[in-house]
């Protein structure tokens, strides 16, 4: 198992997904994020951990971005601009946006993360 901060990166990452993932368990459809306190505190929540995966991958691409290259299924760019979005204009987040996410990206998003982590450990 490498033990370096490339390596803790994607583990990270990994661990937001999961959380994510876990979080939006109980949201069936979009307004299930503004329709409640609760809704609202889980799209807050998730919003927060899909900042934390787009700041983690923006230091990674800063510093290995031909990583990403082996990894095209994902649209990396995306997630960094929904990173920024988050963290510069989050009045204008889209609750249905964040829902499409959730059910339809993070998913694949996971599974490739997984595949990295896997190269990585048995490439370090």
């Known amino acids: 198992m490498p033990e370096n901060v490339l390596f803790d990166q994607f583990k990270s990452i990994l661990e937001s997904i999961e959380i994510t993932q876990d979080r939006f368990d109980t949201i069936q459809i979009a307004e299930d994020f ?26 990674i691409d ?25 963290s510069h204009h989050y009045d204008i987040i889209n609750h249905k946006i964040i829902f499409d996410i959730c059910k339809n990206h993070m998913p694949k998003l996971k599974n490739t993360i997984t595949q990295i982590i896997n190269d990585l450990s048995t490439n370090p």
């Open 34 to 59: 503004v329709t409640s306190p609760e809704g609202v505190t889980k799209l807050d929540s998730i919003a927060m951990r899909l900042q934390i995966i787009g700041e983690i991958i923006k230091s």
């Open 62 to 86: 800063t510093k290995h971005s031909a990583l990403f290259q082996n990894y095209p299924l994902i649209d990396w760019k995306k997630i960094m601009k929904l990173r920024d979005l988050i």
